[in-house]
């Protein structure tokens, strides 16, 4: 599959593994509705990583995006 939520819907129906992010099952693995396995074999994500031309002059449109995902969540 390539819909996180569905493969959330299918490991909690019964039907196997799902590979997602922690964050989106951090409740229902509190929950005990879900269970990590595998664990030694899920490297850390840091996080996602943007590539773009180093110029002085970015686009508006492209440097608003980069102020909006350099914002620190709360």
Do not use: H, I
């Not at 196997?16 to 964050?23: D, I, M, N, P």
């Not at 440097?63 to 909006?68: E, G, V």
């Amino acid at each position: 599959m390539n819909d996180q939520d569905l493969m959330v819907d299918a490991a909690l129906d019964g039907a196997g593994f799902a590979y997602v992010f922690e964050a989106q099952v951090e409740a229902l693995l509190a929950k005990r509705k879900l269970v990590r396995v595998l664990a030694d074999w899920c490297p850390a994500y840091p996080g996602f990583f943007l590539y773009y031309p180093s110029r002085r002059q970015l686009p508006a449109a492209l440097r608003a995006f980069l102020d909006f995902a350099r914002t620190p969540v709360s």
